[in-house]
């Protein structure tokens, strides 16, 4: 009887354990919130939240693409580029082409879409590292963005279209949530289901957790690659229709660097960098953290170099516990 119950309470104990560690992305977002309210009152402001909230959107939408890539073991250094090269292509059809703003959306999501398969043939096909074919695909595509611009901004004499406006700026009927959160919830519900309630969903997770053995058990693992890269393609451009419908000007590096961001959203989230493990759910709460850690550090006038080196420390911590947790299940 002893024995039975003594059990139960090393069960209970390690429910509880696993429970804290699932959530303690969640908890670290609380805390963040509670201190920047604490050192700043203007970091509640309703202003301000709607600034953090817009912000996040496209960091979010941009970082599903990317679960998807790193689940499989891979990284993509083109996500900032290709949230360039969209708002590029977007604003070049409507301002010099004079195409109708549907068309030009969906012509731009498909070039970045296509971005994304030429990065899954060089890694797939050619087997090229995944860091070095999507550095490569950065370099070419900030390239292509300053050729079609010249270097300067793109914006139609007449300015975008109101409908197009409300894509960024607008809110959701009469409630006080900005149309970018929506969109970026219906991508996250949209990324959930993929990978819960899809086979090729679960490929990703089989192909990052043990590739030859994937291979063997009959799953095409040039195909899944292929649509992870399609995927992250696809994501990045929508998160770049929202900026530039935020910002109402195509600018060649606006979105530079935002790799690193995102990378670090979906780290912190629990994705393991190796591959195979991980949950949409979390990186949620990363997506989050990193909107609250930006603003609250711009709220309290700490330097933009600063600011750059916390990113690089919170994205070395992420990567080093996810590397420790790794190395603890291996012994």
Request: net charge positive; charged share 10%; aromatic share 10%.
């Amino acid at each position: 009887m002893i024995d039975e119950q003594s059990k139960n309470n090393v069960d209970i104990t390690a429910m509880i354990v696993y429970q804290l560690k699932d959530k303690a992305i969640w908890i670290v977002f609380l805390a963040l919130f509670i201190f920047f309210s604490i050192m700043n009152p203007r970091f509640l402001d309703y202003s301000n939240l709607l600034i953090i909230l817009r912000q996040v959107s496209m960091f979010g939408i941009a970082s599903i693409g990317m679960t998807f890539v790193i689940l499989t073991g891979g990284i993509d250094l083109s996500v900032g580029a290709m949230i360039n090269i969209v708002g590029i292509f977007c604003a070049h059809m409507i301002a010099v082409l004079h195409f109708d703003t549907s068309v030009a959306i969906l012509l731009a999501l498909l070039a970045t879409t296509i971005i994304g398969l030429i990065n899954g043939f060089m890694v797939a096909t050619v087997g090229m590292p995944s860091i070095i074919a999507t550095f490569a695909t950065q370099i070419v595509v900030i390239g292509t963005a300053y050729i079609i611009s010249d270097g300067f901004p793109i914006r139609p004499a007449e300015g975008f279209s109101d409908g197009f406006r409300q894509i960024g700026q607008g809110m959701f009927f009469d409630t006080p949530i900005p149309i970018p959160v929506i969109i970026m919830l219906v991508c996250f519900a949209i990324g959930s289901f993929i990978l819960n309630k899809t086979t090729f969903g679960r490929y990703f997770y089989a192909v990052g957790g043990n590739e030859e053995a994937s291979k063997l058990s009959g799953i095409r693992i040039t195909r899944v690659k292929y649509q992870v890269y399609a995927l992250s393609g696809f994501f990045s451009g929508l998160a770049g229709i929202v900026l530039l419908s935020r910002t109402n000007s195509a600018q060649p590096n606006a979105a530079l660097g935002w790799e690193f961001d995102v990378i670090t959203c979906v780290i912190l989230g629990g994705v393991s960098i190796k591959g195979g493990f991980g949950k949409i759910s979390n990186v949620v709460a990363g997506v989050f953290i990193i909107g609250i850690l930006t603003n609250g550090m711009v709220l309290m006038n700490i330097s933009a170099y600063t600011q750059m080196v916390v990113r690089g420390c919170v994205l070395a911590v992420a990567v080093g516990f996810d590397c420790l947790q790794k190395r603890k299940q291996i012994s």
